[in-house]
């Protein structure tokens, strides 16, 4: 709908759902032949909510005022290129223990909200590095990986402020690497990251960065708010104002 209607008249569109389905309503918009992007606005009705929780809150009061007010502001999109198609999202984009998260998140969806906590605990006790090739802005890095999300917004998961200092309007990602941590110090990470404070381990990285490609030895997974993506490779660029959100 988001890619294909008229959208003329329209001043603004109202999502009811979680990341997942903002993520189509963006990917259709920023895929429009024309120039009719009309602002955003989020009612929340899925498990995370991120971009709502990055804005404060995933309430429905404020969720409905930020809408009544008119008032918006830029969003960044993220486009990622994968070998088989191009695709778009606004929140995060993860490998690695994030894709098996992700994953086990989805076959747990049965047990509700607590579902992202309990896969990355299961996740952690488990999690074996995964060898990556980082091309960040030109840069290239490779070595074997824990843990890499790359962050627009600074929540993930279901309230887990996994990168405390990201915008959605700066025009950078915030790319958070974990390496060379034991299984002591993963769990320590988690029990850290519902306030932020994972950002001060001494095995925890950040950059930011506008452009990055990500390359796997094997073939293996990407999650992308959310959503699983089966692919070796992967082109990420930020576009910086590409749409506006209702905040």
Avoid: K
């Avoid at 929540?155 to 402020?161: I, N, T």
């Avoid at 200092?165 to 769990?187: E, T």
């Avoid at 293996?220 to 070796?232: F, H, I, N, P, Q």
Wanted: net charge neutral; hydrophobic share 40%.
């Amino acid at each position: 709908m988001a890619q294909n209607d008229a959208l003329e008249n329209c001043d603004g569109l109202c999502v009811y759902g979680g990341d997942g389905t903002l993520r189509e309503v963006v990917a259709g918009l920023v895929a429009r032949h024309d120039d009719r992007r009309p602002p955003v606005g989020i009612l929340p009705g899925g498990t995370g909510n991120s971009m709502l929780m990055h804005g404060g809150g995933d309430e429905w009061l404020p969720a409905v005022e930020a809408i009544a007010r008119g008032v918006t502001m830029p969003l960044d999109v993220v486009r990622v290129t994968l070998p088989e198609e191009t695709t778009y999202c606004t929140n995060l984009i993860g490998w690695s223990s994030a894709a098996a998260i992700s994953a086990r998140a989805e076959r747990w969806r049965l047990l509700g909200p607590a579902r992202y906590s309990l896969a990355a605990i299961w996740q952690i006790a488990r999690a074996r590095p995964e060898h990556l090739v980082l091309t960040c802005d030109g840069q290239r890095t490779s070595d074997d990986f824990l843990l890499a999300l790359a962050c627009n917004t600074r929540y993930g998961g279901r309230r887990m402020l996994v990168a405390p200092q990201a915008r959605i309007d700066d025009g950078l990602l915030d790319l958070l690497l974990v390496r060379g941590a034991s299984r002591r110090q993963m769990l320590q990470l988690f029990s850290r990251i519902y306030d932020g404070s994972h950002v001060h381990l001494p095995f925890v990285e950040f950059r930011t960065v506008r452009h990055l490609t990500v390359e796997q030895n094997q073939p293996g997974s990407l999650t992308l708010d959310g959503e699983l993506y089966a692919a070796r490779t992967a082109t990420i660029e930020v576009l910086p104002a590409a749409l506006r959100l209702f905040a």
